[in-house]
């Protein structure tokens, strides 16, 4: 299954971007949401559009923001899957990086501050870890100990450490007491005792995740069946002050016809009777909704932002609503306010690949992806378009 924007080679796009959602992942750093939350919506999707604009990343010129986050989450998932298949080679055995996990919790019990892919480089690691805060009893930290972003992906992984007063015999001491540590955890470091060298480690710095931070879209999915007590077809769920609940779900649609556009005329925009045909890329997937007010909710009229909504499909991959194309399925409703009384009945359009089928919707509301709730979409109805 192929789009354009999977066409390309990410790594070689992003450069040293895809760092920033490579290594989270290989540090067994946060969860799915949380990596989502902070270095998608919280970084790439504010950085990335600005240098866009500026001429930078050709490849990725003309794509639109929704298309944008959805490359970089499904990039995520990539990664979570990759890296959960490398665990499985591991038969069990403890990843070097956890082992170099525990030799730094041991390191920072005994006031040595430890860090792991800590600052750009060495200079800035060397200045900035006098800042960091140790887990000892001692109240000044008697050592420092680190290695930085640029050695994360190396081999061997370098070991830099200092002392506070940074005298010869002191950074000797603690360097042997650092080895010291790391041959307790089973790992074999190389070093000849001068005080200016750096500590080498031939290791994998990479960490086994567990539980809820091995957990991502298309990891042990299975589809829910409809109710079989109720016969109930059409799931609800209550996410971001709306309840959203599914009413129909049309794909393998080459194109469908509409009878309104949007006109612009300086900054006016009216709604126009105007036939026209929107084709689709790949297949059109529509998904028709209703989305109400919750018996709580006090306001008899609410806006329903109705943004980054994505789509995953059976294989895990995510897919952004076509914006356009959802607003030309609407019109000529297209006011987005739901009402105590009537609810808001709108929809989806998503352009999917030919062979992708839909799964789940990813609701996020207006909250860039802060509150993530997966809606199972019914089983399918095909358009025969």
């Known amino acids: 299954m192929r789009t354009p924007l999977s066409d390309l080679n990410a790594r070689e796009v992003l450069d040293v971007l895809y760092d920033q959602l490579a290594t989270p992942v290989a540090m067994a750093e946060g969860t799915f ?12 999707m504010i950085d990335l559009p600005l240098e866009i604009e500026a001429g930078e990343f050709e490849e990725l010129q003309g794509v639109g923001q929704d298309d944008l986050r959805a490359w970089l989450v499904d990039l995520l998932r990539s990664e979570f899957a990759e890296h959960l298949a490398w665990q499985e080679t591991l038969d069990g055995r403890p990843a070097d990086g956890d082992l170099l996990g525990q030799a730094f919790d041991e390191l920072n019990a005994r006031a040595i501050v430890a860090r792991e ?46 002392t506070p007063n940074g005298s010869d ?6 360097g042997n007491e650092v080895i010291g ?14 005080p200016r060298r750096r500590i080498a480690l031939d290791v994998d710095p990479r960490r086994v995740r ?23 077809s059409t799931p609800s769920l209550q996410a971001d002050g ?25 900054d006016a925009i009216t709604i126009v ?29 609410k806006y329903y932002p109705g943004r980054n909504q994505i789509l995953y499909d059976t294989d895990g991959h995510a897919h952004a609503r076509h914006h356009a194309a ?37 609701l996020t509301g207006d909250s860039r992806g802060k509150v993530r709730n997966d809606l199972t979409l019914p089983r399918t109805e095909g358009t025969g378009d």
Not at 246 to 263: I, K, P
Not at 273 to 299: C, F, K
Request: aromatic share 8%.
């Open 33 to 44: 949401d949380e990596i989502v939350e902070e270095v998608i919506d919280g970084c790439l």
């Open 117 to 162: 892919d800590f600052a750009c480089c060495q200079r800035c690691g060397l200045s900035e870890i006098r800042d960091e805060h140790h887990d000892g009893e001692d109240e000044r930290a008697r050592g420092y100990v680190f290695y930085h972003e640029q050695d994360t992906g190396r081999r061997p992984l370098y070991l830099t450490f200092d």
């Open 169 to 174: 015999e002191s950074r000797a001491a603690l």
């Open 181 to 194: 540590v790391l041959r307790e955890q089973g790992l074999v470091p190389e070093w000849d005792g001068d």
């Open 210 to 232: 567990h539980g809820e931070l091995a957990d991502h879209p298309g990891h042990g999915l299975t589809p829910k069946e409809p109710d079989q007590a109720t016969g109930a």
């Open 242 to 266: 709306f309840v959203h609940t599914v009413t129909g779900v049309r794909t393998g649609a080459e194109s469908f016809n509409v009878a309104h556009a949007l006109v612009r005329d300086g």
């Open 273 to 301: 009777e105007q036939p026209a045909t929107w084709t689709a890329t790949g297949r059109y997937t529509i998904v028709d909704m209703l989305v109400e007010l919750p018996h709580e909710d006090g306001n008899d009229l």
């Open 326 to 362: 959802t607003t030309a399925y609407l019109l000529p409703d297209n006011a987005m306010l739901v009402t105590k009384e009537n609810g808001l009945r709108t929809g989806l359009v998503f352009d999917l690949p030919p062979d992708a089928a839909p799964s789940y919707l990813a």
